[in-house]
C-alpha cells in the first residue's frame, strides 16, 4: 500500500515538473512581447505556444525513449502528449480565433497552387499548413491513444491492456506503423518551415515564438486574449491522463 502510494506521488511529481518546466519555458518568451510594436496583431495566443513548443519536446522525448527501450518514461511522455492533444482539440472549439477549427483554411484548390511563384493568400493559415496541422493532430491521436492498448511482450504492457487483451497485437502493430508517419510528418513539417522562414521570407519562427504577425498584407482579426484560461485547461488536460491512468486505474 505504502508503495502504491508512493508511486502515485511520483507520477504526480513527474507530471507537475512537465507542466512547470514547459511553463517557465515560454515565460521568458512572454517578456520579449513587450519589445514588439504595438500595431502588429497577435495571432497565436500564449497558450498555444506552449502547446506548440511542449509538442515539440514531447515528441522528441518520446522517439528517444522508444528508441532508448525506457518504455515506463516513454509512457509519462505519451500521456502528456494525449493530454496536449485533447486541449488542443477543445481550443480549437473555445480558444482564440486563430487556434479554432473555423479559421483553418481546407481549400483544395489553393493547395495545389499554393507553392507556385504567383500564389497569394489573404489569410494566416495557408491551405497546406490547415492540412498538416490537422493530420499531424490525428497522428499523434491515435498513436497514444493505441499505446494504451499495446505491449512489448517481455517488460511492458500499456495501462488499457487488460480490456482488450485478444486485440493487443492488433494494437501494437497500428503504434508502430504510425510511428512511421509522425516521421515524415515532421521532416515535412521541418521542410515547411525553412521553405516559408527562408524562401517565402514569411517570418514563421517570429510568429510561432513571439505570438504576432509582422506581415501586413493579410487580413487580420484582433483577437481577446484567453491566456489565462487557456494556461488553466492546457494544465488540467495533461493532468487528467496522469489521474485517470495512473491513479484511478
Given at each position: 500500500?505504502?508503495?502504491?502510494?508512493?508511486?502515485?506521488?511520483?507520477?504526480?511529481?513527474?507530471?507537475?515538473?512537465?507542466?512547470?518546466?514547459?511553463?517557465?519555458?515560454?515565460?521568458?518568451?512572454?517578456?520579449?512581447?513587450?519589445?514588439?510594436?504595438?500595431?502588429?496583431?497577435?495571432?497565436?495566443?500564449?497558450?498555444?505556444?506552449?502547446?506548440?513548443?511542449?509538442?515539440?519536446?514531447?515528441?522528441?522525448?518520446?522517439?528517444?525513449?522508444?528508441?532508448?527501450?525506457?518504455?515506463?518514461?516513454?509512457?509519462?511522455?505519451?500521456?502528456?502528449?494525449?493530454?496536449?492533444?485533447?486541449?488542443?482539440?477543445?481550443?480549437?472549439?473555445?480558444?482564440?480565433?486563430?487556434?479554432?477549427?473555423?479559421?483553418?483554411?481546407?481549400s483544395l484548390e489553393k493547395a495545389l497552387t499554393q507553392f507556385s511563384k504567383d500564389y497569394k493568400s489573404s489569410s494566416v493559415r495557408t491551405p497546406i499548413?490547415?492540412?498538416?496541422?490537422?493530420?499531424?493532430?490525428?497522428?499523434?491521436?491515435?498513436?497514444?491513444?493505441?499505446g494504451l492498448f499495446s505491449s512489448d511482450d517481455i517488460l511492458y504492457d500499456g495501462p488499457l491492456t487488460f480490456l482488450?487483451?485478444?486485440?493487443?497485437?492488433?494494437?501494437?502493430?497500428?503504434?508502430?506503423?504510425?510511428?512511421?508517419?509522425?516521421?515524415?510528418?515532421?521532416?515535412?513539417?521541418?521542410?515547411?518551415?525553412?521553405?516559408?522562414?527562408?524562401?517565402?521570407?514569411?517570418?514563421?519562427?517570429?510568429?510561432?515564438?513571439?505570438?504576432?504577425?509582422?506581415?501586413?498584407?493579410?487580413?487580420?482579426?484582433?483577437?481577446?486574449?484567453?491566456?489565462?484560461?487557456?494556461?488553466?485547461?492546457?494544465?488540467?488536460?495533461?493532468?487528467?491522463?496522469?489521474?485517470?491512468?495512473?491513479?484511478?486505474?
Amino acid at each position: 500500500m505504502l508503495i502504491a502510494f508512493h508511486h502515485s506521488i511520483s507520477n504526480l511529481l513527474f507530471s507537475c515538473y512537465i507542466n512547470l518546466w514547459l511553463l517557465l519555458h515560454l515565460m521568458a518568451f512572454e517578456k520579449m512581447k513587450k519589445k514588439i510594436n504595438n500595431e502588429k496583431l497577435m495571432i497565436w495566443d500564449f497558450s498555444l505556444r506552449i502547446f506548440h513548443f511542449g509538442l515539440i519536446l514531447l515528441v522528441m522525448g518520446s522517439i528517444f525513449t522508444a528508441k532508448a527501450d525506457l518504455l515506463s518514461i516513454h509512457e509519462y511522455f505519451g500521456l502528456c502528449l494525449l493530454g496536449l492533444i485533447f486541449f488542443r482539440i477543445i481550443w480549437g472549439f473555445v480558444g482564440t480565433y486563430y487556434s479554432r477549427f473555423e479559421s483553418f483554411n481546407f481549400s483544395l484548390e489553393k493547395a495545389l497552387t499554393q507553392f507556385s511563384k504567383d500564389y497569394k493568400s489573404s489569410s494566416v493559415r495557408t491551405p497546406i499548413g490547415s492540412y498538416s496541422t490537422l493530420v499531424f493532430l490525428i497522428v499523434i491521436l491515435v498513436l497514444t491513444i493505441s499505446g494504451l492498448f499495446s505491449s512489448d511482450d517481455i517488460l511492458y504492457d500499456g495501462p488499457l491492456t487488460f480490456l482488450m487483451p485478444k486485440y493487443i497485437n492488433f494494437w501494437t502493430l497500428i503504434h508502430n506503423i504510425f510511428h512511421y508517419f509522425l516521421y515524415s510528418l515532421t521532416i515535412f513539417h521541418l521542410v515547411a518551415i525553412c521553405y516559408y522562414q527562408f524562401f517565402k521570407k514569411n517570418m514563421i519562427i517570429q510568429r510561432i515564438v513571439y505570438g504576432y504577425s509582422k506581415t501586413l498584407d493579410i487580413d487580420l482579426v484582433l483577437i481577446k486574449d484567453k491566456s489565462m484560461k487557456g494556461i488553466l485547461l492546457l494544465f488540467i488536460c495533461v493532468f487528467l491522463p496522469f489521474i485517470i491512468f495512473k491513479i484511478v486505474i
